[in-house]
């Protein structure tokens, strides 16, 4: 297989060992933005798309947030299989010609957001599909401290810490607004506050609360990245109990402290295997891919909601 990368940083290195061990024998090529770009091992740099006759199985975009429109532009064009990171784009500004651009080329894509493989959603999803119950709350908690996500790094210069590259914790824990999306479905109604207030002092937000107002429940959705002790939880309150999925610990456990599910042996990299495996073999098939770039978009409409 021949795959295209744009964007070489963490999350690319997630990708690249995913794919490595589901394909195995790969031929991997970075499209870098200047000659004399870092050589990478097992990498084969090219600068210009139109200087290579190489035909791409499909691309993977994981450059920072803001430079996504343009390369999924570029690829649609082409015919290149997408495979986005998650958020599929910073802004919605022209949102329209793109989808409208991606559906009309021959590329099929897919918003990567990993969490959809983490067992306990896998369980939640399955477990609210094949025997639904009556709910009547849900809290959805995401707190981590964002200094200590990239060891090494002034946090106040990368992404994460500056919207002008598509950063801020809205879009960095775009996850949460997508699992909720994807287990309860389309809100009815949403709010959100969103704020950059705390001793991180960067530009970026770095708290959103959003409510995703459902039939019969709300879903309250809580995000920062100040948070020393990281906490990732949604708890869902049923007419007669009460569920709390532990997404760090892989639990889920009832008001009576009762484990209903769990999975010791999980690891989180699990979740980029998994999804590497989906991607590919929904290719392989010819099978539409969940999360296509347009369903993501209409997450990402909620996510920068009432700005």
Not at 53 to 72: C, K, R, W
Not at 252 to 274: E, H, M, P, Q
């Amino acid at each position: 297989m021949n795959i295209l990368i744009v964007g070489l940083g963490s999350i690319a290195t997630k990708h690249i060992n995913a794919l490595k061990e589901v394909c195995g024998q790969v031929n991997i090529f970075a499209l870098r933005s200047k000659p004399g770009s870092e050589i990478v091992e097992g990498i084969t740099n090219i600068y210009d798309l139109d200087d290579t006759d190489t035909v791409f199985d499909f691309a993977i975009i994981s450059n920072p947030t803001n430079l996504h429109y343009g390369f999924i532009e570029l690829l649609a064009d082409k015919g290149v299989d997408l495979f986005i990171e998650k958020p599929p784009v910073s802004s919605l500004e022209n949102i329209d010609a793109l989808i409208e651009k991606v559906d009309s080329s021959k590329s099929a894509s897919y918003v990567a957001c990993n969490l959809r493989f983490h067992p306990c959603l896998q369980f939640l999803k399955k477990k609210l599909s094949d025997s639904p119950k009556r709910i009547n709350e849900v809290n959805i908690y995401c707190g981590s401290y964002l200094p200590d996500w990239r060891p090494g790094k002034n946090f106040r210069e990368i992404y994460s810490a500056n919207p002008e590259m598509g950063g801020g914790v809205h879009l960095d824990l775009f996850h949460e607004l997508d699992y909720t999306y994807w287990l309860f479905g389309k809100p009815n109604k949403t709010s959100s506050i969103k704020r950059n207030v705390s001793s991180l002092e960067i530009k970026a937000y770095d708290y959103a609360n959003y409510l995703f107002e459902y039939d019969g429940f709300a879903a309250n959705i809580v995000m920062n990245y100040f948070r020393r002790d990281a906490k990732r939880t949604i708890e869902i309150l049923f007419e007669d109990e009460t569920w709390t999925v532990d997404l760090i610990r892989n639990t889920i456990t009832d008001n009576n402290r009762a484990i209903i599910f769990s999975d010791n042996s999980f690891g989180v990299l699990k979740t980029y295997t998994d999804q590497m495996n989906y991607f590919i073999n929904t290719l392989k098939v010819g099978k539409e891919q969940m999360n296509t770039f347009a369903e993501s978009v209409e997450v990402l409409k909620l996510c920068l909601s009432n700005e």
